[in-house]
Nanobody, 124 residues
Framework: QVQLVESGGGLVQAGGSLRLSCAAAGRIFSNYAMGWLRQAPGKEREFVAG????????TYADSVKVRFIISRDNAKNTVLLQMNSLKPDDTAVYYC?????????????????WGQGTQVTVSS
């Protein structure tokens, strides 16, 4: 199994930035493609960004393209989500997830392991 722990969430004003971090433990981190997904109140969980095992492939939801950047450091077993130009619509619980399927997977069903989530609140 892979254990995932997110950090870095918080309250920020619209237009601001936050960086989320996900620390992984348990298995060889580089064997997993990683993703960030989010769930807003009253809404279904949705894909935000994904990154392949090597970091060479990155995919983004249209709603966050240009504003968010996903990256990973396989030596440190971490995956990051840099979020810029935040909007109130970005308010959600953000989850880190891991999958054995390579590539930047956008389907929630592809992910095998999930963290507990970190709250991001963007005020207007």
């Amino acid at each position: 199994q892979v254990q995932l722990v997110e950090s870095g969430g918080g309250l920020v004003q619209a237009g601001g930035s936050l960086r989320l971090s996900c620390a992984a433990a348990g298995r060889i981190f580089s064997n997993y493609a990683m993703g960030w997904l989010r769930q807003a109140p009253g809404k279904e969980r949705e894909f935000v960004a994904g990154i392949s095992r090597s970091g060479g492939v990155r995919t983004y939801a249209d709603s966050v393209k240009v504003r968010f950047i996903i990256s990973r450091d396989n030596a440190k077993n971490t995956v990051l989500l840099q979020m810029n130009s935040l909007k109130p619509d970005d308010t959600a619980v953000y989850y880190c997830a891991a999958t054995t399927q390579d590539g930047g997977r956008s389907s929630l069903r592809a992910y095998d392991y999930w963290g507990q989530g970190t709250q991001v609140t963007v005020s207007s």
